[in-house]
């Protein structure tokens, strides 16, 4: 069941010409720093890990208005509740298929990032796993954002102030990720995030 | 409070037409017994399957009609009973055209065919003919007289006649 | 001008007209390539590593080109509503994003052993970078607008402003003290600062280049026109059972 959820969700996610915003605006954000801070390259290697993570961030945050809402409001989630299909599934396979339709992207496009800032190839390689570790807490909080925001009225704003504050362990452990220690703390946050947003995204589309 | 002291028993091969003016809650019953909405105080009982077609179709603008009708199907394992599905509600022959081009008409059969190819027992239909011209009513119409002989329940909220014969009724307000 | 609006027209003339830009394309790049990689001398002052000049340059001159037809074809669609004017700059836009990526990666590539380092914030390149962010801002707003289905105004007018983008490029390397080298080329005065064994195939590559670039368009606005066809025909089947 899970698996049918998911492949439904990818298909969709893939389908859909926005698939390529998310990556775009990423490397677009990663750009727009050295003409914010100007192009001092030491300056630039230095705070790079940062200006990535936030781009990530910012990415993960893009599609959340497409990531729940149009499902309650065709009545595709009514469907999936009259079947009895427990909405913990459902929530986890879309928090599945949002992980693998920004981040496995935003991954593939951080040697252009990378590039662009001066990153060298060694942080940028533990920049790239501690990405892949913190990227599925990130998409975590996105669905939830989505469910609880679904249906309101310029939800995308407002999922963007509910998830910047909760996701601010997953940023200070990603930049933080050359102490020793912060590797195991972003995978832990991920694997709270993941325990966790299924369960709270389904709380907030169950019926009251 | 929408409605209280709310009761009816449908038998096997039996139908129930929820009845009454707008806004005495006919969609919020009918969503009750889908398990849409939890109730205040009282209880479904129930033991099958039950397929549930509201006023919002589900179906993605983008996906053909064949894949969105077989992603439910495959769901409710039913993807043998979609042809015949597809077949009763006139509509095999739009299995490849996009959602988005669909007439509105044509959206409610599709739902009402992912009702028939969910071969649930009990069908949880909201003003099923809405949208729909006489032809596709009659189609409905024999849809659930088939579904009835074999055994299923019908209940449906509505507002006029919509061909199902011997249906006790429940008036709300 | 609106005798080649007509798509089926188009569509015959086309249909010719592709295997043979394409061939034209696959065979002037093969001897640009060929000559550039094999048959002509490395450079004096950059040795060997000049020989991804005959890709890049030809990128960069498609990237630019590419959006200077890209805003030509969108300003067609805006002024005379010309309906194959929609769909020619739907398919220059990836085409022209492909070559701007290939030029900056190509040049990058460069960059390294000659500069010592993949990427400088430097007006060039930067602005090339501005360019291939462009090109996808209007691939984004076009999918999104051909979604909707209508005249896709918005992205055209996308387009337009863009263009500002063009002159920067062109000029950045004689405004700016740039890193990137100035033009070796000019077609006003005969005087190229550049040897004729290495401009031979670098000339030949441009044009190879181009025809590939014009062979890909075609193709694509033929899918495109296929694509129509195939939505036409599904709204008929929709309408004809409704």
């Given at each position: 069941m899970l698996w049918a959820l998911f492949r439904r969700d990818l298909l969709l996610i893939a389908r859909s010409?926005?698939?390529w915003l998310p990556v775009m605006f990423f490397v677009l954000v990663a750009a727009l720093f050295p003409f914010a801070v100007g192009p001092d390259a030491r300056l630039l290697a230095r705070i790079a890990p940062g200006i990535i993570w936030v781009a990530a961030l910012l990415a993960s945050l893009l599609p959340v208005e497409t990531l729940l809402a149009p499902d309650v409001e065709d009545g595709s989630i009514d469907q999936l509740i009259a079947r009895g299909i427990a909405l913990e599934l459902v929530c986890a396979a879309r928090i599945a298929a949002h992980w693998l339709g920004f981040a496995v992207p935003l991954l593939a496009a951080l040697p252009v990032a990378g590039v662009l800032l001066g990153l060298d190839a060694a942080t940028g390689l533990r920049l790239g796993l501690a990405l892949l570790l913190g990227t599925p807490a990130l998409a975590s909080l996105a669905v939830v954002a989505a469910a609880l925001t679904a249906?309101?009225?310029g939800g995308g704003a407002l999922a963007g102030l509910i998830v910047l504050p909760l996701a601010l362990p997953v940023l200070i452990f990603g930049v933080g990720?050359?102490?020793?220690?912060a590797f195991r703390l972003l995978g832990a946050a991920s694997l709270v995030a993941l325990a966790v947003g299924p369960f709270a995204a389904a709380a907030a589309l169950k019926p009251e | 409070m929408l409605f209280e002291g709310v009761s009816a028993r449908v038998a096997p091969g039996g139908a129930l037409l929820l009845v009454g003016?707008?806004?005495?809650?006919k969609s919020s019953l009918l969503r009750l017994l889908a398990g849409l909405l939890p109730a205040a105080a009282g209880s479904v009982a129930f033991a099958g399957r039950r397929a549930f077609a509201g006023h919002?179709?589900?179906?993605?603008?983008?996906?053909?009609l064949g894949a969105e009708l077989s992603h439910w199907a495959r769901l409710d394992g039913g993807l043998a009973r979609l042809p015949a599905a597809l077949e009763a509600m006139n509509l095999a022959a739009l299995v490849?055209?996009?959602?988005?081009?669909?007439s509105s008409g044509q959206k409610r059969r599709a739902a009402i065919a992912r009702v028939i190819a969910a071969g649930a027992e009990l069908w949880l239909l909201d003003e099923?003919?809405?949208?729909?011209?006489t032809a596709s009513a009659g189609l409905l119409a024999r849809a659930m007289a088939a579904h009835r002989a074999a055994g299923g329940l019908v209940v449906a909220a509505v507002h006029?006649?919509?061909?199902?014969?011997g249906a006790g009724s429940l008036r709300l307000g | 001008m609106h005798r080649y609006a007509n798509p089926t027209r188009f569509l015959k003339i086309a249909r010719v007209a592709t295997p043979i830009v394409a061939l034209l394309g696959l065979a002037l790049t093969a001897a640009g390539l060929w000559i550039g990689l094999f048959a002509s001398p490395p450079d004096?002052?950059?040795?060997?590593?000049?020989?991804i000049m005959y890709v890049h340059v030809p990128a960069a001159w498609l990237g630019a080109g590419g959006y200077m037809s890209l805003a030509i074809a969108s300003a067609t669609a805006l002024i005379w509503r010309h309906p194959l004017a929609t769909i020619a700059a739907r398919a220059i836009a990836p085409a022209g994003a492909a070559f701007t990526a290939i030029c900056l990666v190509s040049g990058s590539l460069w960059g390294?052993?000659?500069?010592?380092?993949?990427?400088?914030?430097?007006a060039r390149l930067t602005s090339m970078l501005v360019l291939l962010f462009l090109y996808l801002g209007y691939l984004a707003l076009s999918a999104s607008e051909a979604e909707k289905g209508g005249e896709q105004r918005g992205a055209a007018i996308l387009a337009l402003v863009g263009v500002i983008n063009l002159p920067i490029i062109k000029y950045s390397v004689e405004w700016w003290n740039t890193l990137h080298q100035g033009s070796?080329?000019?077609?006003?005065?005969?005087?190229?600062?550049?040897?004729p064994e290495l401009l031979t195939p670098l000339l030949l590559s441009v044009a190879g280049f181009s025809f590939l670039f014009g062979a890909i368009v075609l193709m694509r606005m033929r899918a495109m026109l296929a694509w129509a066809r195939v939505d036409a025909r599904s709204r008929r089947m929709a309408e004809a059972l409704a």
């Open positions: 010409p926005a698939i249906g309101l009225k990720s050359d102490v020793a220690g | 003016p707008n806004g005495t809650g919002e179709v589900a179906l993605k603008p983008r996906q053909s490849d055209v996009p959602c988005r081009m669909l099923p003919t809405a949208g729909l011209d006029g006649d919509i061909g199902l014969d | 004096y002052q950059q040795g060997e590593s000049v020989r390294k052993p000659t500069w010592g380092t993949y990427w400088v914030w430097d070796s080329i000019s077609v006003a005065n005969a005087s190229s600062k550049i040897a």
